[in-house]
Structures are given as structure tokens and as C-alpha cells.
């Protein structure tokens, strides 16, 4: 059993600071009695505990108090993207049949749907408050979070995220980077990651605060870091390289208290981490995944800057190996077993074996080094990586098969000095048609991160004997084109 977090640690630390945002802030008791108030007005709909609703909104208080009010209420949250496009939500709220959709003002032309009844923040802050009977403990296999994660398919899978999963990892986190007095942490992230809800789940197991902002802003950070408001922050490659700039044209120096730059979605180019020493920031590189509820393996503080490229030991409570490897330096598909490994995925993919023999098959490659570091040599073969952001080629592919003049696509990625990666895609077409033409139908299906930044007209796509695409050989024909 595992307690409600948030009424246990508002029980334990009532008057500590829980979150802020804008020019509010919460104490652990005050951030109860608000997601009291919004797990009651849910119930005034007939949201109850077992119920599951989707979330649709961009990084907010609101967001964060209502999470917290469906976690205290025993709902389960689907967190819908809202960066998806109106059909790409759709396709959610009916694999995961949804009973409601709770939106913000902003994103209420996506939710022009028919597939469940929705209610935006603004309607739902002004019902009535119905009481409810809370859980003073959850079980371990209690579903919390839903997230869907882009599928080899095409079709994106919901991801199950239970108590068990969510508490072992921050436990996991915890042991690694360890806990001060006073600890808080900087959250630009969408609260739809994986990487921004844990953050949220972390600070209440922790007892720490959240500072949370809309979206990543270079300045705000750098002030936020070396005035020493925060210990610690999430980022990526992309937002790691613009809070450098920062940094170094103000010639600012960070805080003692900033313990913690937890670097993640996909690899840190080692340029990067040479630049972060130079500044003072203790960069921490990690692995993850959707399927594992955030971080699996992470570089600890003392090993940062000897082993660049690495991301680090598996957590405690996590076992890694290399698939059918057993000495230092071969690579092989990373394979991954322990408490914060989802236990399987709901919907159209609910049948889906998600462990094989009890181990995850992340489909990543890697290595372990002579001291048992891991190194992660190549995402998913034909994965994407963004900016953060992961993008699957067969996605990509099945928007682009539905236009009338396309007889078939292949997608890859295309070098991007600003987001590390952009998919390119490789059309053969039954007529001529425009690039710009492929480009609106593509916009209209898909968010704006995976439309295509390039498209090149083909005779025909390579293929294996069996007939199955050879995305490596687009990759390649990419460097030739240069």
C-alpha cells in the first residue's frame, strides 16, 4: 500500500512552500485544500474514483491543481499533448475511452469532438463543491497517469502508469541525487511529459517546492539559478544550449545551492557538457522513457565529469542489460526490469506483451562501459528526437499515405543545428503535386513538430527483400543530397 501523497504530506510539512506560479504560492496544506476544491467540483459530474478524464492544457497552476485534485480523488488522468492537432486528440480520447475532457479556454477549438463531454477550467472553477470519500492509502497497481507514446505502428500507445510505478522512480531519483532542506526545483516542462509530472509527484514525495513556469525561458532560468531560488531543473539538449548562452554572455555565475541540471530526451553533445563546466553547472545525464515512468539510469553529481556521454548507473531500484551481452563495451538493445516499469498499455494496444521473460525491450542501443556505466549509442532505430520531443517516422508515414497523389512515404531524420533532429520525408507520387500542398495536409493531421521540414520526390523508397523499408538508406541519401 502506498499512502495519498498529497494528504500525507500535507499531514507531515503543512506550512512548507508545495508550488508557485506567477505571483501565487502554496503551502503543502493550502495546495490540499485547492485540489480538494477541484476534486469536488469534478465530483459534481459524476468524476469519481476508478473514473478516467483527459487533461488538455498547457503548463498552468490550474493544470497543476487540478492533477493534484484528480490524484487525491482516485481518477485516472489521461494527459493529452496540446500540441496535437484536433484528430491526433480525438484519436486519444477514444483508444482511451475518456468520460471527460477538462480543457483550457485556450485549446477549446481542439476539442471540437463528439467522443466525450468536456468542460473548460473556467466553467468547471465555478460549480459547486460536492464532498467525497478520499483514500488515506492507494494500491500499487492503481492506474494514476495515462500517457501516449508514438508507436512503431503508427497508432500511439497509452501508456499505464500506476502508484508503484510513479513512487519507486522518485524513490529511485531520490536515492541518486539526494534531498536538502529548502530544495526546489525550476519546472519549465509540459506538464504532460512524463518528465514535467514527475517533477510534480517527486516534490510531493519529497516535500520540496515546485517552481512552475509556463514554457522554457532562457533568462527567467538563468536569474531563477544564480540568485538561488532553485537546486535543480529539467532540460534538454536544446534549452541546456540556450540557458548556456545566457549565462555566458551575462557572464553570471550560478548559486551554490543549484545542485541539480537533470538533462534528458535524447543525448547532450559532450560540447555542451564542456561549456556547462565552464559556467558551473552540474550537469546529470539520464535515461527514460514513457514505459518507465521518467528516469531509469542517471549520472550521479561525482562521476558528471569524468564520464561525459554516459547516463550513469541504473537507479537503485532498477536492473539494465544488454540483450544476449555480457562484456564491457559491446552494444546490444537495452533491456530494463524493476517497480517503475509499466505494467502494460490500455486501448487499441491493450494486448500488447510489454514485458518479455519480466524485462522491458526499450528497442534503444547502448553499452556498458568497464566500471558498468551505461552509454546509450543510438535511439530507437528510426525514432526521432526533437528538441525533447519523440517523433515516429510511421506516424508520419500513415498521415501522409491518405493523401489522394501519394502512392506511398518514408520519413527520417534530417540534421538540425536548433532542435538536434526534424523529420524529412521521401514521397512517391501518383502526379505532380506541391511541396507546399503536402505541407498543409500534414499541418491539418499532425502537431506542428512532426510535420515534415523537407520533402523529396522519389521514384521509388528502398527496401529490403522482405519489403520492408530501409529508413537507414533515406538517411544516407540525405548526406549524399547535401
Same mark, same amino acid.
Given at each position: ?55 488538455? =492544457? ?15 480523488? =482516485? ?25 471527460? #475532457? ?5 485549446? $477549446? ?14 466553467? #468547471?472553477?465555478?460549480?459547486?463543491? +460536492?464532498?467525497?470519500? #478520499?483514500?488515506?492509502?492507494? +494500491? ?13 505502428? /503508427? ?40 518528465? &514535467? ?9 519529497? &516535500?520540496?517546492? %515546485? ?36 549565462? +555566458?554572455?551575462?557572464? !553570471? ?10 538533462? &534528458? /530526451? /535524447?543525448?547532450?553533445? %559532450? ?8 559556467? =558551473? ?6 535515461? =527514460?522513457?514513457?514505459?518507465?515512468? *521518467? ?14 556521454? *554516459? ?9 539494465? $542489460? ?43 542501443? /547502448? ?20 528538441? &525533447? ?7 508520419? +508515414? ?12 518514408? %520519413? ?18 501518383? *502526379? ?13 493531421? #499532425? ?21 520492408? !523499408?530501409?529508413?537507414?538508406?533515406? $538517411?544516407? *541519401? ?5
Amino acid at each position: 500500500m502506498i499512502p495519498n501523497w498529497l494528504l500525507k504530506r500535507a499531514a507531515l510539512t503543512p506550512h512548507a512552500p508545495a508550488l508557485s506560479f506567477q505571483d501565487r504560492t502554496w503551502s503543502y496544506l493550502e495546495l490540499k485544500e485547492e485540489a480538494l476544491d477541484r476534486a469536488g467540483k469534478l465530483r459534481s459530474l459524476g468524476i469519481g474514483r476508478g473514473s478516467r478524464i483527459a487533461l488538455l =492544457g498547457g503548463t498552468s497552476g490550474e493544470m497543476a491543481l487540478l492533477i493534484h485534485g484528480c490524484l487525491l480523488a =482516485g481518477i485516472e488522468m489521461v494527459m493529452l499533448n496540446s500540441r496535437l492537432t484536433a484528430e491526433e486528440i480525438e484519436y486519444q480520447l477514444k483508444d482511451s475511452q475518456s468520460e471527460w #475532457l477538462v480543457c483550457e479556454d485556450a485549446v $477549446r477549438r481542439k476539442t471540437l469532438q463528439h467522443v466525450c463531454r468536456s468542460i473548460v477550467y473556467d466553467e #468547471l472553477v465555478q460549480l459547486n463543491r +460536492e464532498p467525497l470519500q #478520499l483514500e488515506q492509502m492507494w +494500491e500499487e497497481d492503481r492506474t494514476l497517469t495515462i500517457m501516449y507514446t508514438s508507436g512503431t505502428t /503508427g497508432f500511439p500507445k497509452g501508456v499505464r502508469q500506476t502508484a508503484e510505478n510513479h513512487t519507486s522512480s522518485a524513490l529511485s531519483a531520490v536515492l541518486n541525487s539526494g534531498l536538502h532542506d529548502g530544495d526546489a526545483w525550476l519546472h519549465m516542462m509540459p506538464l504532460f511529459h512524463i518528465s &514535467g509530472f514527475s517533477i510534480l509527484a517527486r516534490a510531493v514525495l519529497y &516535500g520540496s517546492e %515546485v517552481r512552475l513556469f509556463e514554457k522554457f525561458d532562457a533568462a527567467i532560468a538563468a536569474e531563477e539559478i544564480t540568485t538561488g531560488r532553485v537546486s535543480g531543473m529539467s532540460v534538454v539538449a536544446v534549452t541546456l544550449e540556450r540557458l548556456l548562452t545566457v549565462i +555566458e554572455n551575462g557572464k !553570471l555565475s550560478v548559486h551554490p545551492k543549484f545542485r541539480t541540471m537533470l538533462a &534528458g /530526451g /535524447g543525448p547532450v553533445p %559532450v560540447s555542451y557538457l564542456k561549456r556547462a563546466e565552464q559556467c =558551473g553547472l552540474p550537469v546529470l545525464q539520464t535515461y =527514460g522513457m514513457t514505459e518507465t515512468s *521518467s528516469q531509469t539510469a542517471t549520472l550521479s553529481a561525482v562521476d558528471a565529469l569524468r564520464k561525459p556521454g *554516459s547516463a550513469g548507473k541504473p537507479l537503485f531500484f532498477t536492473d539494465i $542489460r544488454i540483450d544476449g551481452q555480457t562484456e564491457p563495451f559491446v552494444k546490444g538493445e537495452i533491456l530494463i526490469k524493476g517497480p517503475h516499469v509499466t505494467t502494460g498499455y490500455i486501448g487499441k494496444h491493450t494486448s500488447t506483451q510489454v514485458l518479455r521473460n519480466g524485462w522491458l525491450h526499450s528497442g534503444d542501443i /547502448g553499452y556498458f562501459d568497464d566500471e558498468g556505466f551505461l552509454f546509450v549509442s543510438d535511439r530507437r532505430s528510426d525514432l526521432i528526437i526533437s528538441g &525533447g520531443e519523440n517523433i515516429y517516422p510511421a506516424e508520419i +508515414e500513415a498521415v501522409l499515405a491518405e493523401h489522394p497523389q501519394i502512392v506511398e512515404a518514408g %520519413v527520417c531524420a534530417m540534421q538540425s543545428d536548433t532542435w538536434g533532429a526534424v523529420p524529412a520525408a521521401f514521397v512517391v507520387a501518383r *502526379s505532380a503535386i506541391e511541396e507546399e500542398s503536402l505541407r498543409k495536409f500534414c499541418q491539418t493531421r #499532425l502537431a506542428a513538430y512532426k510535420v515534415p521540414k523537407a520533402f523529396h520526390f522519389v521514384d521509388e523508397l528502398p527496401r529490403n527483400a522482405s519489403n520492408k !523499408l530501409l529508413r537507414k538508406d533515406l $538517411r544516407e *541519401s540525405l548526406t549524399s543530397r547535401k
